[in-house]
């Protein structure tokens, strides 16, 4: 059956559900977008993409808690990324001196990775980078804590 222009196409009942604005895909997909956008004048200075900046924020928190090394798989499970797009970008972290990756003595097929004291010297510049994008959204931070929670509970509900 040959295709036909679409003006010589009947017309069709309206479905809202199908129209575009109606999305919360492409809500989220948009604001996604947008977000990482604003990130990128912020992460410059510290030569930082957005997947990076991820990565450490990740280090910095484990390092916090006392975790000197992490998994690429924990990372790769923490960030929802899979290894083919991680190991990449610790390499390229890596070359910049950021972190370390090396073998597991205990299990070879681990690799495990740890932050440099580059690394480590960087979350002080960071620091500031969560308030600066905030000031810039000039939206008020509870409701957006509240956001923040429920699409938490949604990834929750949709990963199960």
Known sequence: MADLPVDSLPPIEAL???????????S???????????YTPLLKPLGLTYPQYLVMLLLWQEWEQGDRQVTI??????LKLDTGTVTPLLK???????????????DER??????TTQGCELRAQASSIPNALLCQ?????QPLL???????????LLSK
């Not at 972290?93 to 090396?102: D, H, S, Y």
């Not at 959204?137 to 931070?141: A, G, L």
């Not at 509240?146 to 929750?156: G, P, S, V, W």
């Open 73 to 78: 798989s924990y990372l790769t499970e923490r």
């Open 137 to 141: 959204s000039e939206v008020d931070v």
């Open 28 to 38: 989220l997909y948009s604001l996604s977008r947008r977000v990482t956008q604003s």
């Open 110 to 115: 681990k690799v495990l990775v740890s932050l």
């Open 16 to 26: 809202p559900e199908l129209h575009l604005d109606n999305q919360l895909c492409f």
């Open 92 to 106: 390229r972290m890596e070359g910049k001196g950021l972190l370390m990756r090396q073998r597991s003595e205990e």
């Open 146 to 156: 509240e956001l923040r929670d429920k699409l938490n509970t949604m990834l929750a």
